[in-house]
């Protein structure tokens, strides 16, 4: 996930390796990039945990401070920490000097009420500044065979340093045993089931196609499969092409597994190319969105799953580009939270002030809560306007650790 003034460079495939497809080139030979670890390390815990479930009970969440100061999000950590969470990790900065009870935590502390006690601090082990993705940057849960928690512990950008600690900054606070994974995946990038299934884009490729460190390995995609077999317990690796057009490569802009059978996908409606301005100038991308998520919709259907399809709202082929999404959600303990989609962030991503299909966005969002209930969730809404508009949601800016 990026901030809005860097998507022109999303566009043309200049940004941190995040689209586009390179050359298939051949395995490096050095030990690989192992973050305070190494090959032999990591190797002690090859084959010993399985990746838990995305809707898997939790015993918390980590967040990152942008969340609150930047987003405005404290309601939605309010309805984290009201659905029989544990703790609600927020990461902050190295050098951040506030405590709880400081001004940063003021709106949380009201809209949390006693639940704030379970609010903690993940001060960063290495310097540098936050961003908000947390889906991208925190560390995976995995559980061994007795039920022991482990972190797996994946690369990400080399010039995002403090994101990138996260799993060792943790460590204080949750006193597990940290697997370190040399492979380069964005969390947003990664959905699993109970029985071993792991749906990702191929993303996962572009982003493992080159070094962005000398001691990187490069990867082919039967190298990534044999990672996540063997330091995540999937017994099925599926690599989809990536969504054409969207920045982040992501597979949670359009879809999300609910339980081990039935997985949501994304749909563009006919509705959507009556409304002018996207007759007018992006017909010809959305039609090509719309038969992407519909081969996508088939191909998990053909794998023997419950495909429930969702409507996605009109892409928005100008600011920018933006893709509003229902699957990008967080799944806790029986609720979830689920982007809505009020205003445009900026003028240029509306008509008049107002997305150009707002007459359509109630029906869609009766359609999508039906949709979670079915699967016995309780839907909070989450205003995501701004979010969005940066290339992410709910989910991109939240990790589930399990219980």
Known sequence: MIVRSLFSLLSTCALLSACGARPEMPASKLDGHFESSNAKESNLFKGGQIIAAEYAPVQGVVIS?????????????????????????????????????????????????????????????????????????????AKTDDGTLRLLDFNYYADRPADDATARSLLPLLPVERVSVPVYNEGGNFMSNSLGACFMTTRVT?????????????????????????????????????????????????????????????????ELFSLPMLKKNDSNQTTVLRNYLNERAKDIEDMGYTVVRVPMPAPIFRGGDVFRSYTNSLTVN??????????????????????????????????????????????YWVESDALIAQGGAVHCTTMQISR
């Open 65 to 141: 401070l942008p969340l609150l100061k930047e987003y405005g999000r404290a309601q939605m950590a309010a309805d984290i920490l009201h659905s029989s969470v544990d703790s609600l990790w927020i990461t902050v900065p190295q050098s951040f000097s506030e405590e709880l009870d400081g001004p940063s935590f003021s709106e949380l502390r009201s809209l949390a009420g006693q639940d704030f006690s379970k609010v903690k601090l993940v001060r960063q082990s290495v310097a540098g500044s936050l961003t908000v993705w947390a889906r991208d940057w925190a560390p995976l849960s």
């Open 206 to 270: 572009d982003a493992n196609a080159s070094k962005d460190r000398n001691d990187d390995m490069i990867l082919s995609a039967n190298d990534v499969k044999t990672y996540y077999r063997n330091f995540a317990g999937c017994k099925q690796v599926q690599i989809f092409p990536r969504m054409p057009y969207e920045g982040t490569g992501h597979i949670d802009m359009w879809a999300k597994f609910l339980n081990d059978k039935t997985v949501l996908v994304g749909e563009l409606r006919e």
């Open 334 to 379: 029986g609720n979830v939270l689920v982007p809505r989609y009020v205003k445009p962030a900026y003028e240029d991503l509306g008509v008049d002030g107002e997305y150009e299909d707002a007459k359509l966005l109630a029906s869609y969002e009766k359609e999508v809560e039906q949709a979670y209930a079915s699967q016995g969730f309780h839907v």
